[in-house]
Nanobody, 123 residues
Framework: VQLQASGGGLVQAGDSLRLSCLAS????????MGWFRQAPGKERDFVAA??????????SDSTKGRFTISRYNAEDTVYLYLQMNNLEPEDTAVYYC???????????????WGKGTQVTVSS
């Protein structure tokens, strides 16, 4: 099982960014998927989640309307995305993808976590 997030970077407020997560391995390929983020000195917070089929999604209040989670399912692999629009300095954090075979809402605790990718939004 492997989850690897990518696509982070340094952007300005109002810009857009798309994060990707490659989740491979049968234990995660049929799981619900989610994005979380952790800002310096803060706890890891929920961002968005998507169901196994991709037919259902939900977001945190702070990202609803600006972020869009999506996924593409392949054999034993999930390509997970987070399109982030109208970014704000408060979105600065390390972003993590996660997989959960049973739980969807609430998502935690997750079964698997990927390494994070840094997103920095300057004002």
């Amino acid at each position: 099982v492997q989850l690897q997030a990518s696509g982070g970077g340094l952007v300005q407020a109002g810009d857009s960014l798309r994060l990707s997560c490659l989740a491979s391995g049968r234990p995660v390929s049929n799981g619900n998927m989610g994005w979380f983020r952790q800002a310096p000195g803060k706890e890891r917070d929920f961002v968005a989640a998507i169901s196994k089929s991709g037919g259902s999604t939900y977001y945190s209040d702070s990202t609803k309307g600006r972020f869009t989670i999506s996924r593409y399912n392949a054999e034993d692999t999930v390509y997970l995305y987070l399109q982030m629009n109208n970014l704000e300095p408060e979105d600065t954090a390390v972003y993590y993808c996660a997989a959960n075979n049973l739980r969807y809402r609430p998502f935690l605790p997750a079964d698997y976590w990927g390494k994070g990718t840094q997103v920095t939004v300057s004002s």
